[in-house]
């Protein structure tokens, strides 16, 4: 039985996946550190979850602890790394600087140095759609640069894809990055957007509705996001004997690295996101409008032609159904009543 770890897996997007690879056959080591960024106990209800399953064991570590993250690498059979954990959120990057130094770079480098210890086949991790920064070129591409970083939060994700670059060239490790872009759905984080507004809504508080409405966002259902990383662990990333120094794809390499966006690839205003949370609900938003926030950017829209060509899948969730799912898990979770 082949043997993965996930790094974060109470979280959100590392909740899902573990359940899904625990589903299809995987054993799944987990790791969180269960920091209070949100609600810890959603964090632990995910995990009690995943602990319920056999082929499941799971880990109350720090990845910003070398040694602790060195004896778990010595004491395991991991052949594949999925790594999620970091320190998430825009806003969040502007008055807690520090702690994305500290996990998604200090942490970052713990893990892949780890995985190029062991001999790992294939290390995944997670990047994001703020690379893209000041991009405005759309869709946004793998193929194109992304120099230019808007947020701190997107200034370390830029730098893990180059860390892992490094590390696929010194090293031969195979390293695949992933940009994820706005993910959404049940067990989702309390401080997103759907979760926020669908809490606000029930309770009859107004939403902060920032950029007047008018941003607009690849929202990428999770059972998406899920489906294109599975799809993912299996194809190690093979040098592109096309690369050129002279003419560089940031996407590709000579090396076995790859980049690939993971995205619904139909931008959604979020005027319209929040008009179908309020139909789903059955009750209307009380709206404050507020302009764009320092870090955000006012449109993603992710390419995802990379993705399909290589592994046949593209999301295509519709808001509609995602929201929905989302909303029907809210409301049983919480015990709310309509």
């Known amino acids: 039985m082949r043997e993965i770890l996930v790094t974060g897996a109470a979280g959100f997007i590392g ?6 690879l625990l589903s299809r056959g995987f054993r799944i080591i987990g790791v969180d550190n269960f920091n209070s960024y949100y609600n810890v106990e959603l964090k632990k209800r995910r995990f009690s979850l995943l602990e319920e399953e056999i082929n499941f064991t799971g880990y109350k570590l720090d990845i910003t602890n070398s040694s602790q993250i060195n004896e778990l690498f010595r004491n395991s059979n991991i052949e594949i790394v999925v790594h999620l954990a ?7 990057s502007l008055t807690n600087p520090s702690a994305y130094i500290e996990s998604n770079l200090v942490g970052f480098g713990n893990i892949i140095e780890a995985s190029r210890r062991n001999n790992i086949q294939h290390f995944i991790y997670a990047s994001s759609s703020s690379v893209y920064g000041a991009n405005t070129k759309m869709p946004f591409s793998v193929n194109d640069n992304v120099d230019h970083p808007v947020s701190l939060y997107a200034a370390t994700k830029k730098s893990n894809e180059l860390i892992a670059h490094s590390y696929s060239h010194l090293y031969s490790l195979p390293t695949t990055g992933l940009r994820f872009f706005t993910v959404y759905g049940p067990w989702g984080r309390p401080d997103m957007a759907l979760f926020l507004f669908t809490k ?23 059972d998406d996001i899920v489906e294109g990383i599975i799809r993912l662990i299996d194809r190690k990333p093979e040098p592109n004997s096309n690369w050129s120094g002279k003419n560089p794809d940031p996407g590709t390499s ?3 690295y790859r980049i690939y966006n993971i995205g619904n690839n139909q931008p959604v205003e979020l005027n319209r996101f929040i008009e179908v949370i309020e139909e789903k609900l059955g009750r209307k938003a009380i709206k404050e409008y507020l302009p764009l926030q320092p870090g955000d950017v006012p449109e993603t829209y992710a390419d995802v032609d990379d993705l399909m060509r290589d592994v046949g899948f593209k999301p295509q969730t519709s808001i509609e159904e995602g929201i929905g799912k989302f909303i029907d898990w809210y409301v049983d979770y919480y015990g709310v009543k309509l």
Do not use: C
């Open 86 to 92: 970091a320190q998430a959120g825009v806003r969040y």
């Open 15 to 20: 909740y899902h996946l573990s359940s899904k």
């Open 254 to 256: 000579y090396a076995p």
């Open 200 to 222: 606000a809504i029930i309770e009859g508080k107004p939403i902060k509705v920032f950029n007047n409405g008018n941003m607009k966002r690849d929202f990428t259902y999770i």
